[in-house]
């Protein structure tokens, strides 16, 4: 039987409910906690601090978290996880029901949330290849739903919801998301346990962790893999940064205009998510990432030599369909080749450099915005993003994945699907 004929087992089905649930609860409170924050100041630097406290965690804490996730039981962590939101959130609702919410208690909130998030993400990323006995097929299509659904929830259902919410009292939203968090942690709760990953030597928490980051950078398909969404987070922060002034100054587009604008980029996200494992079974693994990361670029290049709001809302689209299918493919690869051991601080390693680049990519488009023009970012976030396609090409080509999907095949035992017959085997090399 081949890995494609092969069911997702019925565990993924309450992972897949337990996400469905927790960004929708995401969603909502991604809303309303800016919304928040705005009833209580409306000094820039202070909204702006809460919104950083939430990435924080991942640049303070992103390898070392990795490192105690290849420690810890992966779905104990997933569920504590959750439920200490929920247990967290309670306390800005109360302070909200009390009149005694402050941007400090915002700001510390968004930081444990997010840290909360870092083990949740990283453990459940570790966990569903084990789940899936790191079938590369398996991933690609549990990664496509998860991502799909990810982005229907945080990015169309939830914000809006969060808005509503709100209008009820301030207290409601995070009530919400509390419930979500612990519905998600109760059905976590009930995922069947996996083997903990051999403990390696006894080392240092430290030792472990640059152990972890070291290997990303010493393969090239890990080293590829990573280097896309860190080079393309410092090219779309920089669209980002103007993307609201490019659309009313450059456009003509309104408040309203705006919104469907981004609804375009998320409606593409979900169909590239969607057509995602066709792209894999089609062109290889590897091809389809240099694809979609050189339909990205080129769709930003459209996106700034826009005429008008149609064609700018179809180069988002289009953005997003690379964007989407590029985040089902990336880590399905990943999850497929990394030794249990080492996947949370391989994934924790990867997050932590894309999220790094972040602020590099919002600094840079207002600087060639201010210093130049208001088209300037956009088009130096495309060359950016098409030299990124061109040095990553060769790291993972096709023969470099299939090499590596073979390499990892014995790790799953005579089972293992890849060990009965070569991945990816009739995709063409074409880069």
Same mark, same amino acid.
């Given at each position: 039987?081949?890995?494609?004929?092969?069911?997702?087992?019925?565990?993924?089905?309450?992972?897949?409910?337990?996400?469905?649930?927790?960004?929708?609860?995401?969603?909502?409170?991604?809303? %309303?906690?800016?919304?928040? !924050?705005?009833?209580?100041?409306?000094?820039?630097?202070?909204?702006a601090v809460v919104t950083a406290a939430g990435t924080l965690? *991942?640049?303070?804490?992103?390898?070392? /978290?990795?490192?105690?996730?290849?420690? *810890?039981?992966?779905?104990?962590?997933? *569920?504590?996880?959750?439920?200490?939101? @929920?247990? $967290?959130?309670?306390?800005?609702?109360?302070?909200? @029901?009390?009149?005694? =919410?402050?941007?400090? $208690?915002?700001?510390?909130?968004?930081?444990?949330?997010?840290?909360?998030?870092?083990?949740?993400?990283?453990?459940?990323?570790?966990?569903?290849?084990?789940?899936?006995?790191?079938?590369?097929?398996l991933l690609e299509r549990a990664n496509s739903r998860l991502?799909?659904?990810?982005?229907?929830?945080?990015?169309?259902? /939830?914000?809006?919801?969060?808005?509503?919410?709100?209008?009820?009292?301030?207290?409601?939203?995070? +009530?919400?998301?509390?419930?979500?968090?612990?519905?998600?942690?109760l059905l976590v709760r009930t995922l069947p346990a996996m083997?903990?990953?051999?403990?390696? #030597?006894?080392?240092?928490?430290?030792?472990? %962790?640059?152990?972890? %980051?070291?290997?990303?950078?010493?393969?090239?398909?890990?080293?590829?893999?990573?280097?896309?969404?860190?080079?393309?987070?410092?090219?779309?922060?920089?669209?980002?940064?103007?993307?609201?002034?490019?659309?009313?100054?450059?456009?003509?587009?309104?408040?309203?205009?705006?919104?469907?604008?981004?609804?375009?980029?998320?409606?593409?996200?979900?169909?590239? !998510?969607?057509?995602?494992?066709?792209?894999?079974?089609?062109?290889?693994?590897?091809? #389809?990432? &240099?694809?979609?990361? !050189?339909?990205?670029?080129?769709?930003?290049?459209?996106?700034?030599?826009?005429?008008?709001?149609?064609?700018?809302? +179809? #180069?988002?689209?289009?953005?997003?369909?690379?964007?989407? @299918? &590029?985040?089902? $493919?990336?880590?399905?690869?990943?999850?497929?080749?990394?030794?249990?051991? =080492?996947?949370?601080?391989?994934?924790?390693?990867?997050?932590?450099?894309?999220?790094?680049?972040?602020?590099?990519?919002?600094?840079?488009?207002? *600087?060639?915005?201010?210093?130049?023009?208001?088209?300037?970012?956009?088009?130096? #976030?495309?060359?950016?993003?098409?030299?990124?396609?061109?040095?990553?090409?060769?790291?993972?080509?096709?023969?470099?994945?299939?090499?590596?999907?073979?390499?990892?095949?014995?790790?799953?035992?005579?089972?293992?699907?890849?060990?009965?017959?070569?991945?990816?085997?009739?995709?063409?090399?074409?880069?």
């Amino acid at each position: 039987m081949t890995s494609d004929a092969r069911k997702l087992p019925t565990g993924f089905g309450r992972l897949w409910t337990a996400q469905t649930i927790s960004s929708l609860g995401d969603g909502v409170t991604q809303a %309303a906690l800016p919304l928040l !924050a705005l009833t209580l100041t409306r000094d820039p630097m202070a909204l702006a601090v809460v919104t950083a406290a939430g990435t924080l965690p *991942w640049l303070l804490f992103g390898v070392l /978290g990795g490192a105690l996730v290849d420690r *810890w039981d992966r779905r104990r962590t997933m *569920w504590v996880a959750d439920a200490a939101r @929920a247990v $967290l959130l309670a306390i800005p609702a109360a302070a909200a @029901a009390l009149d005694v =919410l402050s941007i400090p $208690l915002l700001a510390a909130v968004a930081f444990l949330l997010g840290l909360g998030g870092l083990f949740f993400d990283t453990a459940a990323t570790a966990y569903l290849p084990d789940l899936l006995r790191r079938d590369p097929a398996l991933l690609e299509r549990a990664n496509s739903r998860l991502r799909g659904t990810q982005t229907a929830m945080s990015g169309f259902a /939830g914000p809006p919801a969060g808005s509503a919410l709100l209008a009820l009292g301030r207290a409601v939203p995070l +009530l919400t998301d509390a419930v979500s968090f612990l519905l998600s942690a109760l059905l976590v709760r009930t995922l069947p346990a996996m083997p903990r990953p051999v403990p390696e #030597a006894r080392e240092s928490l430290l030792r472990q %962790a640059r152990a972890g %980051a070291s290997y990303v950078f010493r393969d090239r398909v890990l080293l590829g893999l990573a280097l896309r969404p860190a080079v393309g987070n410092i090219a779309f922060l920089a669209v980002e940064t103007v993307l609201a002034l490019f659309a009313h100054d450059r456009l003509g587009i309104d408040t309203y205009g705006f919104g469907l604008l981004l609804t375009a980029e998320a409606t593409g996200g979900l169909l590239g !998510a969607g057509i995602a494992s066709y792209l894999g079974r089609r062109l290889g693994a590897g091809t #389809a990432l &240099t694809c979609t990361a !050189a339909v990205e670029g080129l769709a930003i290049l459209g996106l700034a030599a826009a005429p008008n709001p149609y064609v700018a809302g +179809l #180069a988002l689209s289009v953005c997003g369909a690379g964007m989407g @299918a &590029t985040m089902v $493919l990336a880590p399905s690869l990943r999850q497929a080749i990394v030794p249990a051991h =080492l996947m949370g601080r391989v994934a924790s390693t990867s997050r932590m450099l894309a999220m790094c680049a972040a602020p590099i990519g919002a600094f840079l488009g207002g *600087w060639l915005a201010t210093a130049y023009d208001i088209r300037t970012p956009l088009f130096a #976030a495309a060359v950016l993003l098409l030299a990124m396609t061109a040095v990553t090409a060769s790291m993972t080509s096709n023969r470099r994945v299939e090499a590596a999907l073979r390499a990892a095949a014995p790790a799953g035992g005579p089972d293992h699907p890849a060990s009965k017959e070569p991945a990816q085997e009739s995709a063409p090399d074409l880069l």
